[in-house]
């Protein structure tokens, strides 16, 4: 079946407002292209077929714009929270639409270069010893809203200790990893993750390409008029 893919769209975009008091976030342009749209293209350009997208806050002009998916060579299904479910949750409450396969969660709201398509591999390596590897993050040296960082790397594992870097939101799990959470619960991924990270079984690699995590106004209008030029 390949790689399937999760895109988070179900944020309400706090920091964004006044712009997603209309417009779900996902839905935002840069250089006169909606960031979903950025996000799907890639993803089929890395030979995703299926993704599945969550969403609560106007869900509904997130599927009236993105539709079945065909028309990135897709097949897109739509995982309804009506109240967010954080990251968690929201992955957990997908799980339906995935597959009994690890999988790739990125959100909706990135803009990247970052090559899908070698997470493949990673995916499959997962499969066959999830024991030992249960999940792979892609990390990003911290951006200066967030000098703190989230986890380090010891060679190719993840660990919690060392110089500290932020996760990218772009990340392959095992589904096993999510189902002991409650479907409708309400968790983030962040610190509950971290137990795999303290069992040894997350592994990461450092991404120093084109990465943005766009959480305000002022990012959004940079990156546009920086790709508009």
Do not use: C
């Amino acid at each position: 079946m390949g790689l399937a893919a999760l895109i988070l769209a179900a944020g309400r975009g706090e920091r964004m407002r006044p712009l997603t008091d209309t417009v779900p976030k996902p839905l935002l342009a840069v250089g006169g292209r909606t960031l979903i749209d950025r996000q799907l293209e890639r993803l089929a350009a890395a030979g995703v077929r299926r993704v599945a997208i969550n969403h609560a806050h106007l869900g509904e002009r997130l599927e009236a714009a993105v539709g079945d998916g065909s028309r990135w060579g897709l097949e897109v299904a739509w995982s309804r929270e009506g109240t967010a479910l954080e990251t968690a949750g929201g992955i957990a409450r997908a799980l339906p639409l995935l597959g009994a396969a690890p999988f790739l969660v990125v959100s909706g709201d990135l803009y990247t270069d970052y090559d899908y398509g070698r997470l493949a591999g990673v995916a499959q390596d997962i499969a066959r010893r999830p024991d030992s590897r249960a999940a792979h993050f892609v990390l990003v040296d911290n951006p200066p809203y967030h000098p703190e960082g989230d986890m380090g790397l010891d060679g190719d594992r993840v660990r919690r200790a060392g110089p500290r870097l932020t996760y990218a939101n772009i990340g392959v799990f095992h589904p096993a990893l999510f189902a002991d959470i409650e479907p409708g619960a309400r968790l983030r991924l962040f610190p509950w993750a971290y137990r795999f990270v303290d069992e040894g079984r997350v592994t990461g690699e450092r991404f120093s390409g084109t990465w943005e995590n766009l959480g305000t106004p002022a990012q959004l209008a940079e990156l546009d008029a920086r790709l508009s030029r």
